[in-house]
């Protein structure tokens, strides 16, 4: 039997997600009372209040990405400008819930007129905090939406998807959005398939939908032949492939596979059996980060690092040091933001070592309590890689004077770079390598990861980074270095048999990304064994 229907979209998250259709009226349509009811500007501040603290609550409690956009909101509403465009429409005998969706929209309308796409994503964010404070105004609660399901609607704000339980699987399907925005970025960087761009379609509340993130499309009321196991995904809940040897996973024709999992923040380890995983490919630490003491917070760190270190059971580690910069800027302390050329990574550690001494200190303090490695972010030369050695054999040093106990793990890198993996061989002090693809793609095609105007050349520029990376596990496997990929491409099982041939064998997936990956792998006859050192 065929599928009822599909609808085109653009593709914002890949992956696959199948669940009942959560169709959300957009709360800017929501009738609003009679004028006079809802009070003056008195009124509206402290709905704007309420607002205000709700989302720092919710900042509080997200990572250092997340945080950011939600300061941008806080910041906005904390603009006394917003206030005085709401009261001069009261003097018209506006209410304050009417003269304040007039003021906003009348903002809003300046962010979807802009020529440049990245501002016109920026639209959402004004929407949502204009809709956080109109809900706090009336008295009725945030937007919500059953945990599961797939969200469907105009769009949705970053709030929304911040404050909503993505451990039981889910996607999002939205009629307008854009593969620039906010809740795009938290998309991809949280697994949750997405599909943008998609115009009017009639979908009714509970229909079964599949979104399919990585072809841009929805299929409403699929059919059993529309969901082959190796691309339907499950919640990332213990059920996920449990009955994997600690991650390890076979081809159809017999080629092991080690399947890690990477993790953005530690609340993500709550919803994942240990024993479904080879370890932890790649702990982005910028979760760690919420106000900038934390950034200079020794025993915070160490401890963060012995509790992951004690979920894993001494399976492998991999914590990269603070990838700060480019579109991951820290308030004054570090990063150039929009830089993705500029200080970034380890470049940026290196020029402010005060935070990199640290960091490496909590790493060094945790490494006895299990098998911890450190992955070093956007390595470009050599120099960079025996600059960040020294200081690690410095501070090692320091802790042994003051007989704290600690042991000096494996020092690796991310290579996201296209000079470094094109030089893999001169990195011989490298303990092991992990290829960013993310990264990598993007600076190899010249094409921002973030930009939808240039989206399709990195799909057009796949057969280049697969060859890039065939020309780097040469090296790696030259110099008796295992290496294995974190990237997107990794989680993807299109790319599955490709990435094979290229010889890696250990990949590093979003955890929700696991059960389809492992379904893909087993069902795949990738054709021959590679020699490359694991």
């Known amino acids: 039997m065929m599928a009822r229907s599909s609808i085109s979209g653009l593709g914002a998250s890949a992956g696959v997600a199948v669940g009942r259709a959560a169709v959300v009226q957009p709360p800017e349509r929501y009738v609003v009372p009679d004028p006079g009811d809802t009070g003056g500007v008195a009124a509206l501040q402290a709905a704007i209040d309420t607002a205000v603290a ?51 929209d009348a903002y809003i309308a300046g962010f979807e007129q802009a020529d440049d796409e990245g501002i016109r994503a920026r639209a959402v964010d004004v929407v949502d905090i204009k809709n956080r404070v109109l809900d706090a105004l009336l008295g ?27 451990s039981s699987g889910g996607g999002i399907v939205l009629y307008a959005g854009s593969t620039v925005s906010h809740v795009a970025m938290l998309a991809r960087a949280r697994a949750v398939p997405m599909v943008v761009g ?35 995904d499950g919640p990332a809940t213990a059920a996920v ?37 080879a370890g932890i490919g790649l702990l982005r630490t910028e979760f760690l980060l919420k106000t ?66 640290v960091q490496l200190r909590a790493l060094l303090r945790a490494a006895p309590f299990g098998h911890l490695r ?40 991310m290579v996201e770079v296209p000079a470094a993996a094109l030089t893999l061989d001169m990195f011989s002090a490298s303990a092991f390598f992990s290829f960013g693809t993310n990264d990598l793609g993007q600076y190899l095609a010249a094409a921002a990861r973030d930009n939808q105007a240039v989206a399709d050349l ?26 294995g990929i974190c990237g997107d491409m990794a989680g993807d099982p299109e790319c599955l048999a490709d990435l094979l041939k290229t010889g890696l064998r250990n990949f590093s997936v979003a955890p929700a990304r696991l059960a389809a990956l492992k379904a893909a792998i087993a069902a795949l006859h990738a054709g021959g064994h590679s020699t490359v050192t694991d």
């Open 140 to 166: 009725r609660p945030a937007g919500s939406f059953p945990p599961g399901s797939i969200y469907v609607g105009h769009d949705i704000g970053p709030s929304l998807f911040l404050s909503h339980d993505w």
């Open 241 to 277: 492939a449990a009955s994997a040897d600690r991650g390890r996973v076979e081809t159809a024709d017999g080629i092991a596979v080690q399947l890690s999992i990477n993790v953005n923040d530690p609340a993500e380890l709550d919803h994942v059996d240990p024993a479904a995983t």
């Open 54 to 104: 709700s989302l720092r609550v919710l900042a509080d409690r997200s990572a250092l990405d997340s945080a950011a956009m939600l300061d941008f909101q806080i910041e906005m509403l904390l603009d006394a400008a917003i206030v005085e465009m709401a009261a001069e429409r009261m003097q018209e005998s506006a209410d304050a819930a009417s003269a304040w969706i007039s003021a906003m």
């Open 458 to 483: 990195h799909s057009q520029a796949r057969p280049a980074i697969l060859r890039l990376l065939s020309l780097a596990m040469r090296d790696a496997a030259a110099l008796g270095r295992p290496a």
């Open 198 to 232: 998609t115009g009017a379609m009639t979908v009714v509340p509970g229909q079964t939908l599949l979104v399919d993130g990585s072809e841009g499309r929805v299929v409403v009321e699929p059919s059993a032949d529309a969901m082959p196991p190796a691309r339907s």
């Open 292 to 357: 900038p003491a934390d950034i200079f917070n020794e025993h915070e760190q160490f401890a963060a690092y012995r509790r992951i270190l004690a979920w894993a059971n001494e399976a492998p580690v991999t914590i990269r040091l603070f990838d700060l910069g480019g579109d991951k800027a820290f308030p004054t302390i570090a990063g150039e933001h929009g830089s993705f050329l500029g200080l970034r990574g380890i470049r940026l550690l290196l020029q402010k070592p005060d935070i990199l001494r």
């Open 374 to 413: 450190i992955m070093l972010p956007m390595v470009t030369v050599p120099s960079e890689f025996a600059a960040t050695a020294a200081i690690v054999t410095e501070e090692a040093a320091v802790l042994a004077a003051r007989g704290l106990d600690h042991a000096v793990p494996p020092l690796g890198m």
